[in-house]
């Protein structure tokens, strides 16, 4: 890795420069939003009904693409432990990184027209949105779509990846002209060049070109116990090549990174980053995805500490939430009527509020709750949470329960 994004690769970053943007809008130099603290009580409250209701013995799960995997009440990962037998606790870790990796890759926003539907007969039910996305990718993964050879289905190798196209695509989601997708190209060529990545760092690294090396990484010389910043600075990595659409700085490809006026030059630590000035990074996918990974290295037997260096995700549900909830508004309300590009400042600005004021929602939420941040780490928060309040808000404020704000999107960063 050059050093010259080092400084946007560390979480932590992305909480100072999410915050320096923050204190410009609440002191009221931003022409974009204005910020209402007041209303955090409000939007926490929802949260923690919300968060007792989903879950009333206590029990909350982390934020995670496992939880898609179980819409329905289905228990998926069950037809995926039985298919694997007598697997060993790596080969079982590799499996559940293969299909993660592919899955979060392939979850960005459908559309509201998409459906899958689980199954044949008239009984079978439909899944949308996040979840079909899920249940879809999973459903293809248990019927090989990803493996190279057949008679080792349950992988997600480079080669095969290298191979799929659209068309591929449109069949594993049974996308038809009544059942469109949006950004079905996007996420094709996303995933083959998730192939080439692999092949590259299998070149690197001697370990086989499947998503499942970068568990093999992680736990390299024997090691027992990871970070969740070590997971998300694995997959920053291997998978840097991958995000042709986000930004180029210092003259590589530096994904969900953006320009803002407001995000300064702070760096971990205290310091500050020459290179860098003016760019904040959100990494929102491969954080969705280092959460996803957070279970499957614990049930193979690996300790994950330091959860909450994670930041909360900048997407449209989490931002929906502060929008919807009055805790951001927009100066003019014709911004939200508009149809925005994940690189414009007011889309920039708007996750990075979201990024820091998850983490006031989170406090409150533990308060109401009862609980402290290692009870109820962030991942946490948002899976009892905040994702889901933001779901609820959008269909109390519209009839079709889309987001506050419209963002061009080509199926991959955002």
């Given at each position: 890795m050059?050093?010259?994004?080092?400084v946007?690769r560390?979480?932590?970053?992305?909480?100072?420069?999410?915050a320096?943007i923050?204190q410009?809008?609440?002191?009221?130099?931003?022409?974009?939003?204005?910020?209402?603290?007041?209303?955090?009580?409000?939007?926490?409250?929802?949260?923690?009904t919300l968060?007792?209701?989903?879950?009333?013995?206590?029990?909350?799960?982390?934020?995670?693409r496992?939880?898609?995997?179980?819409?329905?009440?289905?228990?998926?990962?069950?037809?995926?432990?039985?298919?694997?037998?007598?697997?060993?606790?790596?080969?079982?870790?590799?499996?559940?990184?293969?299909?993660?990796?592919?899955?979060?890759?392939?979850d960005?926003?459908?559309?509201?027209?998409?459906?899958?539907?689980?199954?044949e007969?008239d009984?079978?039910?439909?899944?949308?949105?996040s979840e079909?996305?899920?249940?879809?990718?999973l459903?293809?993964?248990l019927?090989g779509?990803?493996?190279?050879?057949?008679?080792?289905?349950?992988?997600?190798?480079?080669?095969?990846?290298?191979?799929l196209?659209?068309?591929?695509?449109?069949?594993?989601?049974?996308?038809?002209?009544?059942?469109?997708?949006v950004?079905?190209?996007?996420?094709?060529?996303?995933?083959?060049?998730l192939?080439?990545?692999?092949?590259?760092?299998?070149?690197?690294s001697?370990?086989?070109?499947?998503p499942?090396?970068?568990?093999?990484l992680?736990?390299?010389?024997?090691?027992?116990?990871?970070?969740?910043?070590?997971i998300l600075?694995?997959?920053?990595?291997?998978?840097?090549?991958i995000?042709?659409?986000?930004?180029?700085?210092?003259?590589?490809?530096?994904?969900?990174?953006?320009?803002?006026?407001?995000?300064?030059?702070?760096?971990?630590?205290?310091?500050?980053?020459?290179?860098?000035?003016?760019?904040?990074?959100f990494?929102?996918?491969?954080?969705?995805?280092?959460?996803s990974?957070?279970?499957p290295?614990?049930w193979?037997?690996?300790?994950?500490?330091?959860?909450?260096?994670?930041?909360?995700?900048?997407?449209?549900?989490?931002?929906?939430?502060?929008?919807?909830?009055?805790?951001?508004?927009?100066?003019n309300?014709?911004?939200?009527?508009?149809?925005?590009?994940p690189?414009?400042?007011f889309?920039?600005?708007?996750?990075?509020?979201?990024?820091t004021?998850?983490?006031?929602?989170?406090?409150?939420?533990?308060?109401?709750?009862?609980?402290?941040?290692?009870?109820l780490?962030?991942?946490c928060?948002?899976?009892?949470?905040?994702?889901?309040?933001?779901?609820?808000?959008?269909?109390?404020?519209?009839?079709?329960?889309?987001?506050?704000?419209?963002?061009?999107?080509?199926?991959?960063i955002?």
């Amino acid at each position: 890795m050059n050093d010259a994004l080092a400084v946007l690769r560390d979480p932590a970053t992305i909480r100072l420069r999410s915050a320096a943007i923050t204190q410009a809008v609440a002191d009221g130099r931003s022409g974009w939003f204005r910020l209402d603290r007041s209303r955090l009580d409000e939007v926490a409250e929802r949260v923690a009904t919300l968060t007792r209701e989903r879950f009333p013995d206590g029990r909350i799960p982390f934020h995670s693409r496992w939880r898609h995997f179980e819409a329905g009440g289905v228990d998926r990962r069950a037809l995926l432990d039985e298919r694997l037998g007598h697997a060993t606790p790596a080969e079982r870790a590799r499996a559940y990184f293969d299909v993660a990796v592919v899955s979060v890759l392939l979850d960005a926003g459908a559309g509201g027209a998409w459906r899958f539907r689980e199954g044949e007969g008239d009984e079978a039910p439909f899944y949308s949105r996040s979840e079909g996305l899920g249940v879809a990718s999973l459903r293809g993964f248990l019927a090989g779509a990803f493996a190279f050879e057949s008679a080792e289905p349950l992988r997600a190798d480079a080669a095969a990846l290298r191979r799929l196209d659209a068309r591929a695509l449109a069949e594993l989601f049974q996308v038809t002209a009544d059942n469109p997708m949006v950004g079905l190209e996007g996420r094709a060529a996303l995933l083959v060049r998730l192939g080439d990545a692999l092949m590259a760092e299998s070149g690197r690294s001697g370990l086989e070109s499947r998503p499942g090396l970068m568990y093999d990484l992680l736990v390299a010389g024997g090691r027992s116990e990871v970070t969740a910043a070590e997971i998300l600075g694995v997959l920053l990595r291997v998978m840097a090549p991958i995000w042709t659409s986000g930004s180029v700085v210092a003259g590589q490809r530096a994904g969900d990174v953006w320009p803002h006026r407001f995000a300064g030059n702070a760096a971990p630590g205290g310091g500050s980053d020459p290179l860098t000035p003016g760019w904040v990074p959100f990494h929102k996918l491969s954080q969705w995805l280092a959460y996803s990974l957070i279970e499957p290295l614990q049930w193979c037997g690996v300790q994950v500490g330091g959860l909450d260096a994670l930041t909360g995700l900048p997407e449209y549900r989490n931002g929906g939430l502060l929008l919807d909830g009055g805790v951001l508004l927009a100066r003019n309300p014709r911004d939200l009527a508009r149809r925005w590009k994940p690189s414009d400042e007011f889309i920039v600005e708007w996750r990075a509020l979201t990024v820091t004021l998850l983490d006031e929602v989170a406090e409150r939420v533990r308060a109401r709750l009862g609980l402290n941040a290692e009870q109820l780490p962030l991942a946490c928060v948002l899976e009892g949470g905040s994702w889901a309040a933001g779901r609820q808000i959008a269909r109390e404020r519209r009839a079709d329960g889309a987001p506050p704000v419209d963002i061009d999107s080509d199926g991959t960063i955002f």
